[in-house]
T-cell receptor, first 116, second 110 residues
Framework: GAVVSQHPSRVICKSGTSVKIECRSL??????MFWYRQFPKQSLMLMAT?????????EQGVEKDKFLINHASLTLSTLTVTSAHPEDSSFYIC????????????FGPGTRLTVL | DAKTTQPTSMDCAEGRAANLPCNHS???????VYWYRQIHSQGPQYIIH???NNETNEMASLIITEDRKSSTLILPHATLRDTAVYYC???????????FGTGTRLQVTL
């Protein structure tokens, strides 16, 4: 149980375009999902916390207008990188919490974004 | 959340037990110790967590000292597939974010 999927697994796009990444909890409902970013040889950095039906909470330094997060259902959160630039190239990973009574986060496999 | 300190890297022979230490001397009474690992180019994988008592599951054992200022993750019989970066994270466990440090890079060798 506690499986989280991401789609796509990797994407290459041109500078200036927008890219949407989906994060799904496959066998549980997730009231809270998190989005992380990981640059090469670095650790994961939290970008935002997403609660179903409400606006996401962004970490300091993360532009909310550039990284749009939507958590429309208990099993789906999306991250849209708008007007992507080469410096946005990174490994984007989501996680989901099983429920309010347990706070273990389960992570998706990640999405490798390359902006040309 | 309390900060953790882990060795940068460790080696372990296949079949042997891998003991990964973590210091969390500023841990608060309501903070749990979580362990995750990340195999190259994959998302982190949950391993185990505990508050005070030692814990064991199908993947590993977690030994927490009585003063809770340090802990050890034990992989009883390491295999090549256990090669990964292991993260020790202290968290209140109340829907709060995980802060990843640099972790320990475990290399399991033949």
């Amino acid at each position: 149980g506690a499986v989280v999927s991401q789609h796509p697994s990797r994407v290459i796009c041109k500078s200036g375009t927008s890219v949407k990444i989906e994060c799904r909890s496959l066998d549980f409902q997730a009231t809270t999902m998190f989005w992380y970013r990981q640059f090469p040889k670095q650790s994961l950095m939290l970008m935002a916390t997403s609660n179903e039906g409400s606006k996401a909470t962004y970490e300091q330094g993360v532009e909310k207008d550039k990284f749009l997060i939507n958590h429309a259902s208990l099993t789906l959160s999306t991250l849209t990188v708008t007007s992507a630039h080469p410096e946005d190239s990174s490994f984007y990973i989501c996680s989901a919490m099983v429920g309010p009574s347990t706070d273990t986060q389960y992570f998706g496999p990640g999405t490798r974004l390359t902006v040309l | 959340d309390a900060k953790t300190t882990q060795p940068t890297s460790m080696d372990c022979a296949e079949g042997r037990a891998a003991n990964l230490p973590c210091n969390h001397s500023t841990i608060s009474g309501n903070e749990y110790v979580y362990w995750y690992r990340q195999i190259h180019s994959q998302g982190p994988q949950y391993i185990i967590h505990g508050l005070k008592n030692n814990e064991t599951n199908e993947m590993a054992s977690l030994i927490i000292t009585e003063d809770r200022k340090s802990s050890t993750l034990i992989l009883p019989h390491a295999t090549l597939r256990d090669t990964a970066v292991y993260y020790c994270i202290v968290n209140t466990g109340t829907a709060s974010k995980l802060t990843f440090g640099t972790g320990t890079r475990l290399q399991v060798t033949l």
